[in-house]
């Protein structure tokens, strides 16, 4: 694998070819907040509160630093203003169904984002699919999978492989960044009849 | 079927197939494609077939049951040859008299005939008929002489003979350089010259690279591929394997919606079709190129007509995009190089390879060249498919081959590009229909909806319409796409509700520029392209319904009510009756009077009222006036006064 040498906020920074800019970012302690990224999984660029400027042949775009892969010559802006409001809203919109989630106030703070600004709808979950793909590609169980797609796309426990499956696991409940994964297993466990209780011995 | 082995042998078997054919015969097409059927068509054709063979035709006249001719307004329509003579929405009662005039005395049906609106002409002639006479039908035309079960009748007409070209007379990079010069540009959305991507995928490395067709047609009101796919399959086809040749590509896809069961069968036959003839499988037209295609039936999901969500689905996953800043073309299907085109792109590739890029460059404008399928629908006279050259404008579009807007009514806009595209206003009608023109309008070519709105349509209510489309059919991946059409959905229903506030449009601005930058795919970021365009050419209708809670084209149920005009009404209980909700007061000689807290604005008294009195009013933004005192709406009839 070759160097390639890319420009982060104006800082020269060697990465290797094949590396996002969210990781060759991170090599050199160049902050980039994150919500769905996560090192043991594949990149999703779904929360896309990773957003970035880069300029490549003279045009200038936003893209996901999580995805992004590094190729000669690129320069990236972390901050700008067209970052920083792109980042803002993102944080607004899911906020309003996740007002109380602490990841998420941090970085309110930080991008001056409203949490009223959107009209509440608690749904809680933010949709970073942590718990999802952590099931599926670490675990390799695919007991919590997103159900409906668009606007009422939410996360779901497969009750047939839950039951089987999670008593003993649950190492996807401390990804989750908000309070959405347990409750979904909580509502699993009172859906399955008998209640989900380890296999027996026998 | 005898497998083809070489050129020579193709020619062969096309001169055999034509010896057979008897050009002065007379012949029956009758359009038989989906828009057809639901008109009726199978009926026609069931009963051509039986008053054939009852008046003792069968082996004096051919039956060729074709795909869309595109004229879907006036469907089921028959075209009698070789005098071409065309009779227009066709019921099997007027079959005998077909057969025993038309077929056997040589004599028009004027009945039948179309009749030009504007001069009261009779044509006898398809090809005359204004709706046609416009149009410049290259990838379309072949639809209504095809019966598309037959591969003869493809190759009657030429059929293959670009694929025997390309392999025996040209190299891959030859082909390539060919649909390069041409500057063909895809034809299902962004407009990417298809020829970029070929060299792209084809320079790409890796020894396994695949072709996609795209036939996951979604948008709202648009069947042009679904007609292709089920009028000419071969043509597609032919087009996929020039393609796979000039890629490198050995194995093809056709994704095609499983909601298009025409297609599915077509297509299905077609390959069958022409996997016995050699011109799919090993060593094609003996010139050492192996390529097989297989159909994959999507379930109908809008988003898997993005490139990766539809490679993604393929791969027998959910059809959810990926991030494409390493190109499709390079790691697509399998993380192979791909070249996915749409239908028409595919359709299009025989035409160049066998008339040259040259010839294809002369139609259309300078960076949009060829022609374009619409999916002419909504107000307009002409509903239809219909292929026009690039640069016609818009008005000739709507007037010349739509025929303009029904029921005298005013035009106001025309939608084009499905719910990633815009709504141009009247004063954008003398624009040239391209790619980068429709885009620089605010609008997109896309796929080649055409949607025309009259007067009586509220740009607020067409914005929310799309973004309640986009709210189902987005994959709701990523955040600004799923969130931001969340939040603009719900702003534009309260705008249309009359709970606008100050404020709203400055935010749902803030809304579309997150996800026009920061989305995942295309979707989301063209998601914002409905309001976006609407509140370009048309913002003081969001003004007024939030301003003054007005909607200025009457249509916002929650804005407007309806009202008897008490100078008018005859009491004639015409309305009284049909009201649903029994909100109509009155009686006979009584002038009637809705009682609005019943009134459910369902809009039956106004279509009702006899247009002489035109005593029922849609208001909005007024009040509704009160009624006038019960012992004043008693009418003294002038008869009774004498």
Known sequence: MSEVLIQIDGREVEAREGMTILEAAQKVGIAIPALCHHEQLEPYGACR????????????????????????????????????????????????????????????????????????EASFCIHCGLCVRYCAEVKKKNAVGFVDRGTRREISFIPEIASKECWNCKECFPLCPTSALQAAFVLTEALISPPLAPPSEA | MARINSPAELEALRKNILSKRDPHKPCITLCSGSACHASGSKEVAASIEAEIKKQGLSAEVDIRKTGCHGFCERGPIIVIHPEEICYLQIEPKDVPEIVSQTIKEKKIIERLLYIDPNTDQKIIHES?????????????????????????????????????????????????????????????????????????????????????????????????????????????????????????????????????????????????????????????????????VKVHQGAGAFVSGESSALMTALEGRVGEPRPKYIHTAVKG???????????????????IINKGADWFSRFGTEWSKGTKIFSLVGKINNTG??????????????????????????????????????????ELLDLEVGFDELSQAGSMMGSGGMIVMDEDTCMVDVARYFLDFLADESCGKCTPCREGIRQMLKLLTNITKGKG?????????????????????????????????????????????????????????????????????????????????????????QIHVIQQEKCTKCGTCFEVCPPRFGAVKKISGEPVPSPIPEEARIIVRKSKQQ
Not at chain 1, 93 to 111: I, M
């Open chain 1, 49 to 120: 509160i990773c957003t970035v400027e880069v300029e490549t042949r003279g045009r200038t775009n936003l893209v996901a630093a999580c995805c992004y892969p590094v190729e000669p010559n690129l320069v990236v802006r972390t901050r700008s203003e067209k970052v920083d409001k792109t980042r803002k809203i993102i944080l607004e919109l899911l906020l309003a169904h996740a007002p109380d989630a602490p990841v998420l106030q941090d970085l309110a703070k930080e991008y001056g984002a409203d949490k009223n600004r959107f009209e509440k």
């Open chain 2, 333 to 351: 299907l399998w993380d192979r190089p791909s070249v996915l085109n749409n239908v028409e792109t595919w359709a299009n590739v025989p035409l």
């Open chain 2, 128 to 292: 005359e008929i204004p709706f046609y006479k416009h149009q410049e039908r290259l990838v379309f035309g072949s639809n209504g002489n095809i019966d598309p079960k037959s591969i003869d009748d493809y190759l009657a007409l030429g059929g293959y003979s670009a694929l025997a070209k390309a392999l025996s007379r040209m190299t891959p990079d030859q082909v390539l350089e060919e649909v390069k010069k041409s500057n063909l540009r895809g034809r299902g959305g962004g407009g990417f010259p298809a020829g970029r991507k070929w060299e792209e995928s084809r320079h790409a490395p890796g020894q396994i690279k695949y072709v996609i067709v795209n036939a996951d047609e979604g948008d709202p009101g648009a069947y042009m591929d679904r007609s292709l796919l089920e009028g000419n399959p071969h043509s597609i086809l032919e087009g996929l394997i020039i393609g796979a040749y000039a890629i490198g590509s050995r194995q093809g896809f056709i994704y095609v919606r499983q909601e298009y069961p025409l297609a599915v069968e077509n297509i299905t036959i077609a390959i069958k079709q022409a996997e016995a003839y050699g011109f799919l499988g090993k060593n094609i037209l003996g010139a050492g190129f192996d390529f097989t």
């Open chain 2, 501 to 589: 506030k100050e404020g709203d449009l400055e935010l749902l601005e803030d809304l579309a520029e997150t996800a026009g930058q920061a989305s995942l795919c295309a979707l989301g970021r063209t998601a914002p392209n409905p309001f976006l365009s609407t509140l370009r050419y048309f913002r003081d209708e969001y003004e007024a319904h939030i301003k003054e809670k007005r909607c200025p084209a009457l249509s916002c149920k929650d804005l407007i009510s309806y009202y008897i005009d008490p100078d008018q009404c005859q009491a004639c209980m015409i309305c009284l009756r049909q009201c649903p909700s029994d909100a109509i007061v009155g009686g006979k000689n």
């Open chain 2, 385 to 426: 498919l219909v292929e026009v050259p690039m640069g016609i404008t818009l008005r000739e579009i709507i007037y010349k081959v739509g025929g303009g807007i029904p029921g005298g009514k005013k035009f106001k806009a025309v939608q084009t590009g499905g719910p990633s595209g815009g709504c141009l206003p009247e």
